[in-house]
């Protein structure tokens, strides 16, 4: 007879298992397995730093080419466990950071040691701690201990700015309500009060395209029992306990993952057992559970919660295994649907695999799957897509839909630094992107579907009014990106700065509606030939493929280079595993010639401009459109 396992031994064995495959030296399988267990929730809290040291040596062990994200930690407090929680919690999102961390309250001699060493990383994390806020002298009034902690940050952010482009500031927090208690916690010189202070005037003075993790917050979610350990402090001065050093980690990971990549698009949602209670093709559209019960009410709460995701931008789709009529039915009968078939960008509903549904969404939106959350209340198609398609994240969904809501936000998957007017028109663009692709199915011919849209291109140069949604797209676009430069706005700026450089944002509009900013070029004169003009950044959304923007993006580009003196264009593409299938011949296609090509299949190209055709483009707005 088999033993039963019992908890403790089964969440080792993720920890043992990966230790073993790495003495193998099986790096690989160790990183898969650890990735498998930390997303499963198989991990115990203590087990998370286990992990990362883990992780932390696989990673030493890959090739040249796939160097994990570098990040510096400092406080005011010990920061030591942290670094192995950051690798670990990051690896579960498909992320791979190593972190070091600097010495105890020790912050500004860290930081500008790093700058002597002319060290660089892809993100500096800095974590305060209470006892100079909370323990001043008395005579030191609420206003001045707050201008003192604000004036050390100033200081510290202008050296962290040298070291990253990324900066994420943890905020301040109180593990106890002081003398003054809770009644009087907001007197002017009671902890709380002098925390909630401190935090908003630290949120407003951050520098640009910083992100703020709001601690105070985040240890009230889980709770400041469990949040902190005041033996661990006295003993280390590290002051969280093993949950609240994991619950921190996970939202550090995910302001990184806000500034490098920016939130997840798509939220993929079961229909019966998810979005109503019960079985829509034996109840039919009247008889789901909505709205007149906990477990409805329950329902239609998470409706709305999603549908105020989609309206901030994030996408919502429909993975169902259903017929498609019945599962359409309760969004078109049943008064109770907070959410409506036009909230939707995609709608799949058969009784193939959800993997294969979820590529056909995923093809149809044209977007990556890692930019996929899948909501499904049954764990056989939960792991069924967890298998298939690793890189989707998938939720681990409560049984009671009363827990739903905190389980979408307990995983921290739609965490943006910065939202932007483009963001709340997204949905609306891809319903209308509908209506073009039924429109595309009546004409026989590409190009008189084309004509037919009636496409009106507007091109501006990078300026402020453009700046935030241009850096937006650096740093969230993957798959028509021809070098995947992750510039921040400072970047983009220099790159400007520098004369006879040339900077466009593209717009395109059709009879069905606005596309919005949907390409962006940056282009610099080509180091040690003031002759030619460099494209340092071409990228487009994959939304406006095949309407011949490319073509409209290459005219615009060749006119402005003739404009300004140049003769040759040098075009670079660096492949990565997101954008060579898509963009890898784009400017071959384009009438470029090829002049390097290196071992890791980078290509560099070279355009005549003196002897160029100017290409055909059905974009009105651009000289010579049909």
């Known amino acids: 007879m088999n033993e039963p396992i019992d908890a403790s031994r089964a969440k080792s064995w993720p920890i043992k298992q990966a230790r073993q495959l790495i003495k193998e030296g099986h790096g690989d399988r160790a990183l898969a397995s650890l990735r498998a267990a930390i997303r499963s929730a198989q991990l115990a809290p203590e087990e998370i730093d286990q992990a990362g040291r883990l992780l932390t040596k696989a990673f030493a062990s890959l090739a040249p080419g796939d160097v994990p994200l570098q990040a510096f930690v400092v406080g005011q407090?010990?920061?030591?466990?942290?670094?192995?929680?950051?690798?670990?919690?990051?690896?579960g999102a498909g992320i791979k950071i190593t972190a070091q961390d600097g010495g105890y309250d020790n912050v500004l001699q860290d930081l500008n040691d790093a700058c002597a060493k002319q060290q660089t990383f892809d993100y500096v994390l800095l974590l305060p701690w209470n006892q100079r806020l909370l323990n001043a002298a008395t005579n030191r009034s609420p206003a001045e201990r707050i201008a003192d902690e604000i004036a050390f940050w100033q200081q510290a952010w202008s050296l962290a700015t040298r070291l990253s482009p990324r900066i994420v500031q943890v905020g301040y927090d109180w593990c106890g309500p002081g003398a003054m208690g809770y009644l009087l916690g907001r007197k002017e010189h009671a902890h709380l009060s002098l925390v909630r202070q401190l935090n908003e005037a630290l949120f407003t003075q951050l520098p640009p395209g910083a992100a703020f993790v709001d601690l105070d917050a985040v240890a009230g979610m889980l709770g400041r029992e469990r949040f902190y350990d005041a033996r661990r402090y006295y003993w280390t001065k590290q002051p969280f306990g093993e949950e609240g050093l994991v619950r921190l980690a996970e939202h550090a990971v995910a302001a990184m993952r806000a500034q490098h990549t920016g939130p997840k698009k798509v939220l993929v949602l079961d229909l019966d057992n998810t979005l109503w209670g019960g079985v829509v093709g034996e109840t039919g559209p009247l008889g789901v559970e909505l709205g007149e019960s906990p477990n409805g009410e329950a329902f239609r709460a998470f409706h709305r919660h999603v549908k105020a995701l989609s309206q901030r931008g994030c996408l919502l789709a429909v993975c169902s295994k259903n017929n498609l009529d019945d599962?359409?039915?309760?969004?078109?009968?049943?008064?109770?649907?907070?959410?409506?078939?036009?909230?939707?960008?995609?709608?799949?509903?058969?009784?193939?695999?959800?993997?294969?549904?979820?590529?056909?969404i995923a093809a149809t939106l044209r977007l990556g799957l890692d930019s996929f959350v899948f909501f499904d209340d049954n764990p056989f198609e939960r792991e069924e897509v967890r298998t298939a398609l690793p890189e989707v994240t998938v939720v681990n969904?409560?049984?009671?839909?009363?827990?739903?809501?905190?389980?979408?936000?307990?995983?921290?998957?739609?965490?943006?630094?910065?939202?932007?007017?483009?963001?709340?028109?997204?949905?609306?663009?891809?319903?209308?992107?509908?209506?073009?692709?039924?429109?595309?199915?009546?004409?026989?011919?590409?190009d008189d579907y084309l004509k037919s849209l009636e496409m009106q291109g507007t091109v501006s140069p990078v300026n402020d009014a453009e700046m935030p949604r241009a850096v937006q797209l650096l740093g969230k676009t993957?798959?028509?990106?021809?070098?995947?430069?992750?510039?921040?706005?400072?970047?983009?700026?220099?790159?400007?700065?520098?004369?006879?450089?040339c900077g466009m944002t593209f717009r395109l509009?059709?009879?069905?509606?606005?596309?919005?900013l949907i390409a962006l070029v940056l282009a610099?004169?080509?180091?040690?030939?003031?002759?030619?003009?460099?494209?340092?950044?071409?990228?487009m959304s994959c939304r406006v493929i095949g309407r011949?923007?490319?073509?409209?993006?290459?005219?615009?580009?060749?006119?402005?280079?003739?404009?300004?003196?140049?003769?040759?264009?040098?075009?670079?593409?660096?492949?990565?595993?997101?954008n060579k299938q898509l963009v890898a011949d784009l400017y071959d296609r384009l009438g470029f010639s090829r002049t390097t090509e290196a071992a890791d299949g980078s290509v560099l190209y070279m355009l005549d401009l003196k002897t160029a055709q100017l290409p055909v483009t059905f974009i009105h707005g651009a000289a010579g459109s049909p």
């Not at 389980?407 to 949905?427: I, K, Q």
């Not at 993957?478 to 450089?501: G, K, M, W, Y």
Request: proline fraction near 6%; charged fraction near 30%; charge should be negative.
């Open 77 to 91: 407090c010990t920061t030591s466990w942290l670094p192995a929680a950051l690798t670990a919690v990051a690896w």
């Open 397 to 446: 969904v409560p049984e009671d839909p009363t827990e739903y809501i905190a389980a979408l936000e307990r995983g921290l998957y739609f965490e943006a630094a910065a939202l932007t007017a483009a963001d709340s028109e997204r949905a609306e663009q891809y319903r209308v992107e509908q209506q073009r692709r039924e429109l595309e199915a009546k004409f026989s011919s590409l």
């Open 524 to 539: 610099v004169p080509s180091d040690g030939d003031p002759r030619a003009l460099r494209i340092d950044t071409l990228l």
């Open 478 to 501: 993957n798959q028509f990106n021809l070098t995947t430069r992750r510039h921040t706005e400072a970047d983009v700026r220099a790159l400007l700065a520098r004369p006879r450089s």
């Open 327 to 360: 599962a359409r039915q309760p969004f078109l009968q049943n008064p109770s649907m907070h959410l409506k078939l036009d909230d939707f960008a995609a709608f799949e509903a058969s009784w193939e695999p959800k993997s294969v549904a979820i590529r056909r």
């Open 509 to 516: 509009a059709d009879r069905f509606g606005d596309h919005g």
């Open 548 to 578: 011949t923007t490319e073509q409209f993006i290459l005219r615009t580009l060749i006119l402005r280079a003739r404009e300004l003196g140049y003769e040759r264009l040098i075009g670079e593409f660096i492949p990565t595993a997101k």
